[in-house]
C-alpha cells in the first residue's frame, strides 16, 4: 500500500497478490483486492484499476546496457524501478560517454548465467509444459460462438476448429486464432484488461488480435466470422 497526494486529492495505491500472465482469473483477483482494501482499510470508491507485468530474467537480476544486436536495453526490474530506473540511467549514460560503470559488468544486458538461472529456468519450462499439456490436450471446449455473450471472450468452436472469439459490447464478433504467434501456446481470455493473454511467456493482444505487448510481434491470425 502506498499512499498518493495529486492536488487537493489523497489517494491509497493498494496493490494484490502476483499472478502469472494468462495463468490466472484477472476479475476475481481484482474483486479480492477491492473487497480487502474495503474491509481493512474503509476505503469506499475505487477510483482507479489497472494491472501490469513486472518481467523478471532467470537469474533474477535486470538487463542493463547493450543486447547483442547492439540495441540499448533495460528491463527485468520485477516492480524495483525507483532503484533499477536510476541505476540504468546511470549505466547507459556512462556508457554512452565512454565512462566507467562500476554496475556494467553485473548488469550487462548480453550475459548468460546459467547456473543462477538454472532455477529460474527450470520452473519456467515446467510452468510452460503444465499450460501446453492443459490446454491441447486436457481443455476441451465446446462452447457456440452464437452463445457468446456481449463483453465477453471464449475460446469456442467454430465448424470443428477452436477459435479465439470476443463480442464486443455493440454486438461486433472478433474471431482470431487462439495461438499465440511467438511459440504457438494457446491464449487465455482476461476480461478485466479485455485482452488475449499467452499463459507461456506473458505475450498479450487485443481482441482484434494486435499486439499490445511482447515477446511476440506477430498478431493473432484473423478468422472470418460465420453468418449468425
Known amino acids: 500500500m502506498r499512499r498518493l497526494q495529486a492536488g487537493s486529492a489523497n489517494f491509497l495505491i493498494c496493490v494484490g497478490q502476483e499472478h502469472k500472465t494468462g495463468q490466472h482469473d484477472a476479475g476475481a483477483?481484482?474483486?479480492?483486492l477491492?473487497?480487502?482494501a474495503r474491509r481493512r482499510l474503509g476505503v469506499e470508491a475505487i477510483a482507479y484499476r489497472w494491472s501490469a507485468q513486472n518481467f523478471r530474467s532467470p537469474d533474477l537480476l535486470p538487463y542493463i546496457g547493450k543486447d547483442v544486436s547492439g540495441a540499448y536495453i533495460a528491463t527485468g526490474f520485477a516492480t524495483d524501478g525507483l532503484v533499477y530506473g536510476t541505476l540504468a540511467a546511470s549505466i547507459v549514460s556512462d556508457d554512452l560517454l565512454g565512462r566507467a560503470n562500476r554496475w556494467a559488468d553485473l548488469y550487462r544486458a548480453s550475459r548468460v548465467a546459467p547456473v543462477k538461472a538454472a532455477k529460474g529456468t527450470a520452473a519456467e519450462t515446467a510452468s510452460v509444459l503444465k499450460v501446453v499439456v492443459q490446454d491441447y490436450l486436457t481443455r476441451r471446449q465446446h462452447d457456440a460462438l452464437e452463445t457468446l455473450r456481449r463483453g465477453v471472450g471464449s475460446i469456442v468452436e467454430v465448424d470443428g476448429e477452436r477459435v479465439a472469439a470476443y463480442r464486443d459490447d455493440a454486438g461486433h464478433v472478433f474471431v482470431v486464432s487462439p495461438v499465440c504467434t511467438h511459440?504457438?501456446?494457446?491464449v487465455h481470455w482476461n476480461a478485466l484488461e479485455t485482452s488475449w493473454d499467452c499463459p507461456c511467456h506473458g505475450s498479450r493482444f487485443a481482441p482484434?488480435?494486435?499486439?499490445?505487448?511482447?515477446?511476440a510481434t506477430e498478431p493473432l491470425k484473423t478468422k472470418t466470422?460465420?453468418?449468425?
Open 208 to 215: 482484434d488480435g494486435r499486439v499490445i505487448a511482447g515477446p
Open 225 to 228: 466470422p460465420p453468418a449468425e
Open 183 to 186: 511459440l504457438k501456446c494457446m
Open 29 to 32: 483477483a481484482m474483486a479480492a
Open 34 to 36: 477491492e473487497g480487502a
